[in-house]
């Protein structure tokens, strides 16, 4: 569904994607605020109840949103429309492709969100919504199922814009978000020589796009684990942004990486849009 369109009717809710964490995972907490009280409002009778809130996208954003309304809602009800059974973060993805994370350490279900905080969790696409009657219509193979509320939540992410030549090609696959993909290109890392020689190209779009650092820091690993895995091989950085994009947090530390020789990075600017 086209994302314009999908937004276009709404008086609804946009939740931004959290920085923080998981919404299941209490531990890896970085905020200061104090932690919530671990037990959610009692779970109202369907039907009878005038707070009902959907939340579409079980990303960081949307289940982060469902867990706090549970928590601190005073009894509303919420649903979280989620097409995929489990949730793969981008956070930490890069370190998958140097073989210091699986996947598996990175996928997360919603049984916490069901079982501790109340959250109703309902597989399916949502493929429309009515801002007027407040109804969604949630698409799972062939069938529909419409669903009413009070008040809508959108979180669905964002979608990749296609670059030509790049695309969802297995010969160059991009990885950006974290999946099939990041295993693909682990494994087409992996599976490299180990006394060869020769160029690997990673390309930066031209910002704004999803994670800023995150190119740099992916660079910087590759390269890390180049030097002492594959030394014949240098990373070649086709970076569309003059600057570095980095997060104001957190250590600079991959910055430098690429501004030094330390690691077999090379990187060279261009000035042709690459989205
Ligand atoms: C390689 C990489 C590294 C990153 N590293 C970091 C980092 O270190 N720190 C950081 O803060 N951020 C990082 N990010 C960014 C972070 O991943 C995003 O900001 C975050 O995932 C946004 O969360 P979200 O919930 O908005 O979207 P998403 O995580 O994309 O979740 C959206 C969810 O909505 C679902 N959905 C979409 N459309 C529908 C629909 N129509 N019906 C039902 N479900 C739907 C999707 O299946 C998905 O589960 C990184 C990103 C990448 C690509």
Not at 73 to 80: C, D, K, P, R, Y
Not at 238 to 247: G, H, S, T, V, Y
Request: aromatic share 6%; hydrophobic share 35%.
């Amino acid at each position: 569904m086209d994302r314009r369109h999908f937004i276009s009717t709404g008086s609804v809710l946009l939740a931004a994607g959290s920085p923080v964490a998981w919404a299941d995972d209490d531990k890896k907490k970085r905020t200061t605020r104090p932690a919530p009280s671990p037990t959610p409002t009692p779970t109202p009778t369907p039907g009878t109840i005038k707070n009902r809130v959907i939340v579409i996208g079980g990303g960081m954003a949307g289940a982060t949103v469902a867990k706090y309304l549970r928590l601190w809602g005073n009894g509303i009800a919420v649903t979280l429309i989620e097409r995929e059974t489990s949730y793969v973060s981008n956070i930490m993805s890069s370190l998958v492709l140097s073989g210091q994370r699986t996947m598996a350490s990175l996928t997360y279900n919603y049984s916490k969100l069901i079982s501790t905080y109340g959250v109703t969790v309902v597989k399916g696409d949502v493929t429309e919504i009515d801002t007027t009657k407040l109804r969604v219509t949630v698409t799972s193979g062939t069938s529909k199922t419409f669903l009413d509320a009070d008040r809508i939540v959108i979180a669905p992410g964002i979608d990749f814009e296609e670059v030509k030549g790049l695309g969802t090609s297995d010969r160059m696959p991009h990885a950006w978000k974290a999946g099939p993909q990041t295993t693909l290109l682990a494994s087409q890392l992996a599976a490299l020589p180990s006394n060869g020689t020769g160029s690997i190209i990673l390309t930066i779009p031209k910002a704004p796009y999803r994670c800023p650092p995150g190119p740099y820091e992916r660079a910087c690993l590759i390269g890390d684990w180049l030097k002492a895995k594959k030394p014949g091989y240098v990373l070649t950085v086709l970076d569309a942004n003059e600057k570095f994009k980095q997060k104001r947090t957190i250590s600079s530390r991959p910055l430098q990486c690429m501004a030094s020789s330390i690691f077999p990075i090379k990187r060279c600017l261009v000035s042709t849009p690459t989205r």
